[in-house]
């Protein structure tokens, strides 16, 4: 897929010491690197040419946050609530997104690479241009996406929820799950590989002997 990688001016970026997150302040142009912050609580906050390097975030509501041109490397951001978040140019190199809420997100250009995301929430999102690519995902939540184009490469979404998310050229064939909730509506014109047949005959009700 053809993305839109984050345009970083890194020689003009500068240190970045976050003690607390406050709503509504504005980041540009900063490197944000080894801090660890929990129980954060704010709103509206947006970063722009950021790099955010071994950063931990937990046990926090960050709603309505804006990232553009943006990229996270080696950072946790698991169980954090990101809800209703804009994210253009973005990417995230070997994060963990266990169980975080990105739901009713709008995301253009995002690229995640060798991520831990299980159980994550991304229901009700806006995705247009999004890769997954070796991620792992599994329980994770695509269901009722406005969907314009995504992508797994290599990922493992066993058990991940997809209802309501239309799939046609949808192309799973080289992904790793045993089963995935969704119906048989939302898989027509997705693209499977033989071995993964047998898990979506189950779905039309039909037994293999």
Known sequence: M??????IQEQL???????????????????????MLDQQEAS???????VFRHVTISESTLEQFEFTDVRFEHCDFSN??????????????????V???FSNSRLQN????????????????????????ECTLIGADFAYLALQKMEFIQCNIDQAS?????????????????????????LNGCVISP?????FVGLMGIIIK
């Not at 053809?2 to 345009?7: E, F, I, R, V």
């Not at 954090?80 to 963990?96: P, Q, T």
């Not at 997809?162 to 089963?179: E, I, V």
Request: glycine fraction near 4%; include cysteine.
């Open 2 to 7: 053809k993305m839109d990688k984050p345009k």
């Open 13 to 35: 970026l500068e240190p970045e010491t976050i003690v607390f997150l406050e709503s509504k302040v504005e980041y540009k142009h900063k490197l944000i690197e080894n801090i």
């Open 44 to 50: 509206k906050v947006s970063f722009e040419n950021v």
């Open 80 to 97: 954090v609530n990101l809800s209703g978040a804009f994210m253009h140019r973005i990417e995230w190199h070997n994060c963990k997104f």
């Open 99 to 101: 169980g975080t809420d």
């Open 110 to 133: 995002v690229n995640f690479l060798h991520g831990l995301g299980d159980y994550s929430n991304f229901r009700f999102a806006h995705l247009k241009q999004v890769s997954f690519s």
């Open 162 to 186: 997809m209802t309501g998310t239309k799939m046609k050229d949808f192309d799973l064939s080289d992904c790793q799950f045993d089963s995935l909730v969704l119906t048989m509506e939302d």
């Open 195 to 199: 071995h993964q047949a047998a898990t």
